[in-house]
């Protein structure tokens, strides 16, 4: 960590370039004799990657900024936030902290909270901004997080664990046994220093096989913010073995949509062929694979068992798009270019052989308009064009 980042003219030239081209930044060299243009270039991209996700560090001033991958890798204030909501307690350890954007929210529901972190410039860092954000009761530790609970004789009420996937299993399907710290064989030993346990997973990992490595899973959460699956967030409390809760929601500027259900409940769709209505649930709710309870709870048909879209013929709420039915067609070129007078379409597949590419490279039609189609297929195995026009949300306020 070089201290002279934070000379208040070092600060400015940052704030003054953030919209610089840093190629260009960076064939002028550094102005300041004691900080290299590399340094510089650095603090200026990770500022800049903070300007959405983290507003509180973007604003506040003297902040140090790590690596711009650490800034990746974090998680939002949004999810953040979320995730500090649904816990409780006086006491928190994370034993991975990394930036500490985490532990800056569990300080707000939590009176003491402990960040560890085994790289000793990212700790610094962080116990360096915390001051910046005037942050009281967050005590950092440099080191193992394992290392500080096998050391402390300390409980708490809350471990909050984000495991790293092993660089040796990149582009690969993997298992939390793949990460670092390897959990599931900890689980006893963390139950020893707390009733409960909040562990971040990667979004890609398979919520059954999570499941069946861990122990007393009580709630997973599926956290998508503008339609993208941010987080998988499995809540775990000692010696618990009810059903599962998924709770699922997807966070976007106009509001936050919620489906809830049971994991272990036996639940079957009905089916039917496209009505007035169409529905697409939002990426929380395909991630949670809840396909047969969204059916049910919300009484919608479905349009096949593996198509995922869903209609009524009374318009409903629901969390993820809406919308109107204008006609329903079999795959034909044709009649499909007479339907579509501007030949622009929002284009979509789910359960249908030809990929976009495929479908747009055939029909010549291009992307944007007011128009969207579903590509699918229906009740009756038949290949089908659901042709649309999406539904405001206000219509149903």
Not at 381 to 394: E, F, G, R, S
């Amino acid at each position: 960590m070089n201290f002279d980042i934070l000379n208040e003219d070092v600060q400015q030239f940052i704030s003054d370039n953030l919209k610089s081209e840093i190629t260009k930044l960076i064939l002028k060299g550094s102005p300041f004799a004691t900080i290299s243009i590399q340094e510089l270039a650095n603090q200026i991209l990770a500022k800049q990657k903070s300007t959405k996700k983290l507003p509180t560090w973007f604003s506040s001033n003297n902040i140090y900024y790590p690596a711009k991958i650490s800034i990746e890798q974090t998680s939002s204030e949004t999810t953040a936030n979320y995730k500090s909501k649904i816990i409780s307690g006086d006491s928190i350890i994370d034993i991975t902290g990394g930036l500490g954007v985490d532990c800056y929210y569990f300080s707000k529901q939590f009176k003491k909270v402990i960040h560890c972190e085994i790289n000793e410039e990212l700790s610094t860092i962080v116990k360096h901004n915390y001051k910046q954000l005037n942050i009281q009761n967050i005590d950092t530790y440099c080191g193992n997080g394992l290392d500080y609970l096998k050391e402390n004789n300390t409980t708490f009420d809350c471990i909050y664990i984000d495991p790293s996937r092993r660089d040796d299993v990149k582009g690969k399907v993997f298992m939390l046994k793949d990460c670092q710290p390897n959990i599931a064989p900890k689980i006893d030993f963390f139950f020893t220093k707390s009733n409960q346990i909040l562990i971040k997973v990667s979004p890609i990992l398979d919520l059954k096989n999570t499941i069946r490595e861990l122990q007393n899973v009580k709630e997973i959460h599926i956290v998508a913010l503008n339609n993208e699956v941010k987080e998988v967030l499995f809540l775990l409390e000692k010696n618990y073995t009810n059903t599962i809760q998924i709770k699922t929601i997807n966070i976007v500027k106009t509001e936050n949509q919620y489906f809830d259900f049971d994991f272990n409940e036996e639940v079957g769709s009905t089916y039917s062929e496209p009505l007035s209505y169409l529905y697409e649930p939002n990426v929380a709710i395909l991630k949670s694979g809840g396909f047969h309870q969204i059916s049910k709870k919300l009484n919608l048909n479905k349009l096949h068992q593996h198509s995922h879209l869903y209609t009524s013929e009374t318009l409903i709420d629901f969390p993820g798009r809406v919308f109107k039915i204008e006609h329903v067609i079999s795959y034909d070129k044709k009649k499909l270019k007479k339907l579509l007078p501007n030949n622009k379409a929002n284009i979509t597949t789910r359960n249908f052989p030809k990929t976009v590419a495929q479908i747009r490279k055939e029909t010549k039609v291009k992307e944007g308009g007011n128009t969207y189609i579903f590509f699918t297929t229906d009740v009756n195995n038949t290949h089908k064009l659901v042709i649309c026009k999406k539904v405001a949300k206000n219509v149903l306020n």
